[in-house]
């Protein structure tokens, strides 16, 4: 076992003393540190460390990468600082000091939608084998029949076979997937009324009804929303002096989480004034009761509207004749909006164009960033190849990426470095500019990286993986060229870094 007595001490005096430690904590790789001022760390002292892997800030916290050995590397810390460890959410609370208010709105969206991402990818790897059970013909499966009559497009073309037209196995197997698919993203605000209510710390089961209550099958499904209004056949409720529409908001996300927030403050607001004596009974119904009017009155309405406006810019961005400088801006752009913690906001308008659109064609830009990134560390292990040192950062970290995590990579080579971050926000944004006017458009979101293909809608494949060879090779090539050219090279790296010997 590695003694870490020295280089916790060393760590220590170069991080500003015990003083300057607010919280710290750790996770699997990293020590997580909350500083009361963060410019007295010494991050070139620091990172000289043998036992440290690299550092970077992020959501207001000093983060120090260490690797597997963390927790050996922690409790050797605890004992030399005198600072004991707290949990992962104190740590978060305490960091939101050094956050301004814009990071601070942003970490509330990664904490709402953290927890939902483990049922996100679920949904979208079934949704990617439903594609290829009902989306997809083949030839080979023969023509389609219908009443013993062969099947046409309008253009004369025969319409072949799909899986579940000749497997009553695999159509029973389709229709089974789809009670899952469904529970996810057509009850998706059940899942965030539940998370608002948890990182709010208030009562999560009144979070779960309330959900419920969005999207109850009493209600209008919003997916029939627009067909019932054209007939003027929306259901409602007769309070005899006004009425309530009963529509439902199936895979929306404002609404869930204005309602959500309301909910919890509405509850911790009654907390301080209702005697504890009779807070059981008053609390819940006072909160959720009036929480569920107003959103079906109020919110969820706003909600709506305020979601159609988004994605309807975002979708007219996209489908413009402006749509290669949009798919090149933000497919250049997301790896950036990831170190400021931007990008969580793209969930939400992921999850509204599908709603809206039935896909996204922002998630595929954002797998093939996540790929970009992969291939810039790839090319720095090749042109680094001999360094140990730094494989021990960046091997996992180009695998974290080809998976669909980039912050590894990011903050442990590709920043540090400059010119693969580079490299890979050019091969990003070339390859974002081919899959936007190539229309590529994912059903679902959650499957990142490499296998975000199983995301896309199975027409598009082929352009999607036009565009991953983009993101996988461009930033290797870059990469390479920039290193030896010196171009974005930060003064002194090119001389630490070992030299590879070429034949012309």
């Known amino acids: 076992m590695a003694d870490f007595k020295k280089d916790a001490s060393d760590l220590l005096e170069y991080i500003g003393g015990s003083d300057n430690i607010s919280a710290v904590t750790h996770c699997a790789t990293r020590m997580r540190f909350v500083l009361n001022d963060p410019a007295e760390a010494d991050v070139k002292k620091i990172e000289s460390i043998p036992a440290v892997k690299g550092t970077f800030t992020q959501a207001g916290q000093f983060q120090v990468i260490i690797g597997n050995e963390v927790a050996t590397f922690y409790n050797e810390f605890s004992k030399v600082s005198g600072k004991e460890g707290v949990s992962k959410d104190q740590a978060k609370t305490a960091a939101k000091q050094n956050q301004n208010p814009i990071q601070r709105a942003m970490s509330v969206l990664a904490e709402i939608f953290t927890p939902l991402i483990p049922a996100i990818v679920v949904g979208g790897l079934i949704l990617g084998f439903r594609n290829i059970l009902e989306g997809i013909e083949f030839q080979s499966l023969g023509q389609l029949m219908e009443d013993g009559v062969a099947q046409f497009t309008n253009s004369g073309e025969p319409i072949y076979n799909r899986i579940v037209n000749v497997s009553q196995f695999w159509a029973g197997v389709n229709s089974f997937l789809w009670l899952i698919g469904e529970a996810i993203f057509h009850f998706l605000p059940v899942g965030i009324t539940w998370s608002v209510t948890k990182k709010m710390g208030t009562t999560q089961i009144l979070g779960i009804v309330l959900g419920i209550t969005l999207v109850s099958p009493q209600l209008l499904n919003a997916y029939g929303v627009a067909e019932a209004t054209a007939i003027g056949e929306i259901p409602y409720w007769d309070f005899g002096f006004f009425q309530i529409d009963m529509i439902g908001y199936q895979a929306q996300v404002l609404p869930a989480m204005l309602a959500g927030f309301t909910l919890s403050y509405l509850e911790i607001w009654l907390r301080k004034w209702i005697p504890q004596a009779i807070s059981m009974i008053f ?8 929480t569920v009017l107003i959103a079906h009155t109020i919110l969820g309405p706003i909600g709506w509207q305020i979601g159609n406006w988004i994605s309807g810019i975002v979708y007219a961005g996209i489908t413009s004749s402006f749509s290669w400088l949009f798919g090149l801006v933000f497919g250049a752009l997301y790896s950036p909006l990831v170190i400021t913690g931007l990008h969580h906001m793209s969930n939400a308008i992921d999850l509204q164009l599908i709603a809206d659109f039935d896909g996204t064609q922002l998630w595929p830009m954002i797998a093939l960033s ?16 001999g360094n140990k040192d730094e494989e021990q950062v960046s091997i996992p970290a180009m695998i974290s990426c080809y998976l669909g995590v980039t912050e590894p990579a990011m903050f442990g ?9 580079v490299a890979a926000m050019v091969g990003s ?7 936007v006017l190539s229309g590529v458009t994912a059903a679902s979101i959650g499957v990142g ?11 598009f494949w082929p352009m999607f993986f036009v565009s991953m060879l983009i993101a996988f090779v461009v930033p290797i090539l870059l990469t390479i060229f920039f290193e030896k050219r010196g171009i974005f090279v930060p003064k002194g790296e090119v001389d630490d870094a070992p030299t590879i010997e070429t034949s012309n």
Do not use: D
């Not at 609390?283 to 009036?290: N, R």
């Not at 080579?413 to 971050?421: A, E, G, L, Q, S």
């Open 370 to 385: 996540n790929i970009a990134q992969g291939s810039a560390v790839l090319a720095i292990i090749w042109m680094h190849r």
């Open 449 to 459: 990286g490499i296998p975000g293909f199983l995301s896309i809608k199975f027409e």
């Open 283 to 290: 609390v819940p119904l006072f909160a959720l009761v009036p």
């Open 413 to 421: 080579i590709n920043i540090k470095y400059i010119y693969p971050f």
């Open 429 to 435: 944004g070339l390859a974002g500019l081919v899959s």
